[in-house]
């Protein structure tokens, strides 16, 4: 079982940075795949989009186009903590943000929507204002 915790949110105008932690209570050898997600209030039936992943082996990561440029993903193994690093935050960026890790090990981590991630946080919120 990998428990999965982020914190960080809060609320900043638009323009503003956050970063969010995601810290996990361990890793697995089929936990090769690793990713943030995002769900806006209102949106629940669209399914959580997806931000980025990126293999827990290394390499570089995956960003949706939405965030390409502004959000970046990084990760400390020897603290099991993965980052989201958000600059020029726009209020449609205002959503619940999600960590979430794959449950068996897949080869297309560039690819994965949310259903194909087993393991995730509680989320935690950013509100981000005018």
């Known amino acids: 079982e990998v428990r999965l915790v982020e914190s960080g949110g809060g609320s900043v105008q638009a323009g503003g940075s956050l970063r969010l932690p995601c810290t996990a209570s361990s890793w697995t050898v089929r936990t090769n795949c690793i990713g943030w997600f995002r769900q806006a209030s209102g949106k629940e039936r669209e399914g959580r989009e997806g931000?980025?992943?990126?293999?827990?082996?290394?390499?570089?990561?995956y960003y949706a186009d939405s965030v390409k440029g502004r959000f970046t993903i990084s990760l400390d193994n020897a603290k099991n903590t993965l980052y989201l690093h958000m600059n020029t935050l726009k209020p449609e960026d205002t959503a619940m943000y999600y960590c979430?890790?794959?449950?068996?090990?897949?080869?297309?981590?560039?690819?994965?929507?949310?259903?194909?991630?087993?393991?995730w946080g509680q989320g935690t919120q950013v509100t981000v204002s005018s």
């Open positions: 979430a890790a794959v449950g068996r090990a897949n080869p297309y981590c560039r690819f994965l929507g949310d259903s194909s991630f087993y393991f």
């Open positions: 931000i980025g992943t990126i293999y827990r082996a290394g390499g570089l990561p």
